[in-house]
């Protein structure tokens, strides 16, 4: 039974342990339990945590943005390069087969302009390429036809010597700078004496054009010239081509001494036949400086 002072709504929730909804739509909440609220005099006291600053220094750093404070590195900046018009002419140091190859020449070339005409004659005839000597003693009279200077030392092919031997020689070193002129002073000598005793023996030339006076650095110098050009920019490397190939072709057309001039356009694509194997001796050489 209910109680006297018990409201109906207190006794109806009792008997049936759900809320009762009250007029108006409004729920009636229970009460709940409420946490005493820790303050100062009821809270636990908590031990401090040990400083583990130290330990920090082990732990690898996480990613994110850092300011990085290193060494400044200077860059080089390359100087510009300036002219140098003393690189052009052989030196004993920078060019030791080129400039001891012009000292021979230039002292041959000296003999050749005091001596006894007679002695440069007769030393001349001993050195000459043609088809008697080649047949007699190739190897001799190819090395000693190659230290005189046709002309003297105010011929056109001087003057390339100094220059063309000089940039080669600074490119790709000496001793294939001497595998280049050697190559076209031998090949062109034997491209153009051979056809000559051929000639002779079928009897289309006299037995004197056996004897043909045949000297000089021209073949050299030519292909020396056309290996060169295979190293230069595209800008530099036609017109020395053209400039060179126009003066032979004159020189042919002049028909003044036919063999020597076919032997010189021989050689200058001798040379220029020698391009792929001059650029890998240049990669080389720059390689290894």
Same mark, same amino acid.
């Given at each position: 039974m209910r109680g006297c002072c018990e409201s109906p709504l207190a006794w109806r929730r009792s008997q049936t342990g759900t809320p009762v909804v009250a007029k108006g739509g409004a729920q009636r909440k229970e009460r709940r339990n409420?946490?005493?609220?820790?303050t100062a005099d009821n809270e636990p006291s908590v031990a401090p945590l040990p400083d583990v600053s130290e330990l920090l220094d082990g732990m690898p750093r996480q990613r994110g943005a850092a300011t990085v404070v290193g060494r400044t590195v200077q860059v080089p900046v390359p100087a510009a390069r300036t002219l140098r018009p003393w690189r052009l002419l052989p030196t004993p140091t920078g060019t030791p087969f080129t400039f001891a190859y012009a000292a021979v020449l230039a002292l041959t070339s000296l003999f050749a302009t005091y001596?006894?005409?007679?002695?440069v004659v007769t030393l001349y005839q001993a050195s000459s390429t043609d088809v008697a000597h080649l047949v007699q003693t190739p190897v001799l009279v190819l090395l000693a036809s190659a230290l005189w200077i046709a002309g003297g030392v105010a011929s056109p092919y001087a003057i390339c010597f100094l220059l063309v031997l000089t940039a080669l020689e600074r490119r790709i070193g000496g001793a294939r700078t001497a595998v280049v002129?050697?190559?076209?002073?031998?090949?062109?000598?034997?491209a153009t004496e051979v056809p000559v005793g051929l000639a002779v023996l079928v009897g289309h030339l006299p037995d004197s054009s056996l004897h043909r006076l045949?000297?000089? *650095?021209? #073949?050299?110098?030519?292909?020396?010239?056309?290996?060169?050009?295979?190293? @230069?920019?595209p800008w530099l490397r036609w017109p020395v081509l053209v400039l060179f190939g126009s003066m032979l072709?004159?020189?042919? *057309?002049? #028909?003044?001494?036919?063999?020597?001039?076919?032997?010189?356009?021989?050689s @200058?694509?001798?040379?220029?036949?020698?391009?792929?194997?001059?650029?890998?001796?240049?990669r080389t050489a720059m390689a290894t400086a």
């Open positions: 409420v946490e005493p609220i820790a001596a006894a005409p007679s002695l002129f050697l190559l076209g002073h031998v090949l062109a000598t034997l045949d000297y000089g *650095i021209s #073949f050299g110098v030519a292909a020396s010239v056309g290996a060169l050009a295979g190293l @230069l920019t072709v004159e020189d042919l *057309i002049e #028909f003044t001494d036919p063999m020597t001039n076919w032997g010189h356009l021989i @200058l694509a001798i040379g220029i036949a020698t391009w792929p194997m001059i650029r890998r001796w240049y």
